[in-house]
């Protein structure tokens, strides 16, 4: 069923480290080999071997409206007939900027960068930049990339291969790195107490998609918010998932918390290398050359990524639509999995926000990193391979969140519940 796969993996590990070029890819926490794709379309990804699967990653969140879209596609070969980069200013990029501007609450300004992980450190520098300041404070089990940093008590395949601390991350940036339990406000300010006046930025997910999918309980992000205006503490959020999934304006609008830096990544590029980082003018132009806050890119702003990013998002920003589509599709599916689980007597736990969602096998719910890793992670390994044995592509870790797409039908969610409840069955 997976030979082609398998052949390939093989001569990967020889060329690429782990044989991957992105740790979670490599099915390490549920093991087996990693399937490796040809093509996709809509809800459905193609593997090399000729299997067909319904797609719940969407390359981890940009394929918003299914793989392949259209007029991005279209989009993409018109632009790259003029180059496939300037290194000088295009017009694209104004546009795209406006249109985030328009979309997003509490932002005047854009900064593109090539990932979310950029969007993260730009942000990181800009409020260490603009407070003076050394310290933040990030939530175990959130990733906000790969910067040196955020590297610390870090979520996703950080917490996939249990890597306690990075070599290589030195000591005296670790120690600039404070970290307090998602949802625990006491903490937070435990902290802010003990260090208040060092602290630059408290930077979070507002809902948390890298340790599954977390939900900020009432009053979490209000407290944060009040916390850092009594403090002079910028709060970032890390809105690479969230920007423009859960809302036009993501988590800022959908849960009305203004926030005083937003990062983005991943829809933003259509599914292209893009991130940014957005905020007030009078923070963003801290950043050169306006400001002294030194970021850069050779390939920022690439023509193709814009176009790619700016096509998605007028089509979000013009139907509206797709957001309730997306909750109806995503409760549907939520409610299907509970029933599936139910009938096979698995206690269960499912967090679900619009089109983000994770199940966890454990009868406790889901508000944090350490209860995320109580929950029953073996049963989550054979219950991933099961669902892949019977089409259904889930992410390869519980400690992920899993991306609806607008392309999937009511016969694609019937099929997963009902490959739910088979692989409950054979698996129990
Ligand atoms: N922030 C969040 C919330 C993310 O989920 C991710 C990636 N999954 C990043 C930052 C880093 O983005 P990238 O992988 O594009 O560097």
Redesign the pocket.
Known sequence: MYSKSEMLFGKAKQVIPGGVN?PVRAFKSVGGTPIFMERAKGAYMYDVDGNQYIDYINS??PMILGHAYEPVIKAIQEYAAYSTSFGAPTELEIKIAALIVSMVPNIDMVRMVN??????MTALRLARGYTGRNKFIKFEG?????ADA?LVSAG?GVATLGIQSVPGVTATVAEDTLTAPYNNLPAVEQLVAEHGGDIAAIII?PV???MGCILPQPGFLEGLRAICDANNILLIF?????GFRLARGGAQELLGIKADLV?F??IIGAGM?V?AVAGPKEIMENLAPAGKVYQAGTLSGNPIAMIAGYTLLQTLNDNPVIYQQLEEKASYLVNGLKEAFGAAGIVHSINQMGSMLSAHFTEYPIVDFSAASAANNELFKRFFHAMLERGVYLPPSAFESWFMCNALTTEDLDATIAAAKSAMQAIK
Do not use: I, L, Q, R
């Open positions: 992105s981890w969140g990932s979310g992980t950029e969007a993260c959130c990733y906000h990339g790969h955020f996703s997910e948390a998609g890298n890390d809105e690479v998932m969230t990062t990544g991943k290398p991130g």
